[in-house]
């Protein structure tokens, strides 16, 4: 019996089981490309961390170089303190989806309240947040990087602080972003926005917590502040609470390292972390906004 192969049904079952076998297809291509695409975000990863502290290697050398200079992997505690045994390894912990996944209105919600605001991070979830640290070697000394991140104009943002063996001083730092604008906000992935922070301090002249802001007017001779992207002041300001937030966290640690006190409060700039969970779009920053240089 022949086959009218210009009927709708010959059409209609054609069309079918094409699209079955394209879709059987591209589900096996997908899970069979999983594991690459895993390696190469954590060789990404690897690279950003390295970055931060003065390592620039390829895709293909990072996790070796990261092998052969990381120190330790440590998890801390919403207070500061070292996790014994952890639930989940230092270098698995994901911070961007932890933050989408409510931990922006949790600061919000305690912004002007550092104790509650650190009840409330221990308690959420299973467990509390932890919060990775990093510890590699450079020229012979321990450093120690810190994931940040935070909210821009149009999205996440997202990088590493390295502090120094003092506890203190900025050695490197790197950034990037999810949609900010380009030529204006999305300039926080570029060296000429980096670099400066090296050599800053996170600690003021009497040893108070400060953190570091990204200044409108120019940074210019302070020790605590850089530049920020002309144009660019929510993403800048986005960059400066991610900053002075999560290093507070981590005060106490790197405050054992030798430098700075443990019990300076700083008040979080409630504007900056009015964002939507969903979205973490920044709906408005205004230019009063604490933490930023009038």
Do not use: C
């Not at 970055?51 to 990261?66: F, H, L, M, N, P």
């Not at 052969?68 to 045994?85: F, K, T």
């Not at 900053?243 to 504007?271: C, F, H, N």
């Amino acid at each position: 019996m022949a086959v009218d192969v210009n009927s709708n049904k010959y059409t209609f079952i054609f069309a079918t089981v094409m699209v079955i076998v394209v879709a059987t297809l591209l589900a096996l291509a997908s899970e069979s490309l999983k594991p690459m695409q895993k390696k190469n975000v954590a060789n990404e990863k690897r690279q950003n961390i390295l970055s931060s502290v003065g390592i620039d290697v390829s895709a293909a050398e990072a996790e070796t170089a990261y092998n052969e200079n990381l120190v330790e992997a440590l998890v801390l505690d919403a207070n500061g303190n070292v996790v014994e045994s952890p639930a989940v390894e230092a270098f698995d912990i994901d911070v961007l989806k932890d933050y989408k996944a409510g931990l922006s209105n949790i600061y919000k919600a305690n912004a002007d309240d550092m104790d509650a605001m650190k009840s409330a991070l221990l308690s959420w979830g299973d467990g509390g947040v932890n919060y990775p640290l990093f510890v590699l070697q450079k020229d012979g000394e321990n450093v120690y990087v810190v994931p940040v991140v935070g909210t821009g104009l149009w999205g996440p943002i997202w990088g590493y602080i390295t502090i120094a063996s003092d506890g203190k001083t900025v050695v490197g730092a790197v950034f990037d972003h999810k949609s900010e604008t380009p030529g204006l906000g999305a300039e926080i992935n570029q060296a000429s926005f980096q670099k400066p922070f090296e050599g800053k301090t996170i600690f003021d002249e009497n040893g108070d917590y400060v953190g570091i802001k990204v200044m409108k007017g120019g940074a210019q001779g302070s020790p605590n502040g850089v530049d920020a992207i002309s144009g660019g002041t929510i993403t800048s300001n986005g960059v400066t609470e991610m900053i002075v937030r999560t290093l507070k966290i981590y005060e106490p640690y790197l405050s054992s390292l030798g430098a700075g006190t443990v019990e300076a409060e700083v008040e979080l700039p409630v504007d900056s972390l009015a964002v939507a969970t969903d979205s973490l779009n920044v709906e408005e920053v205004k230019d009063s906004l604490e933490l930023s240089a009038k």
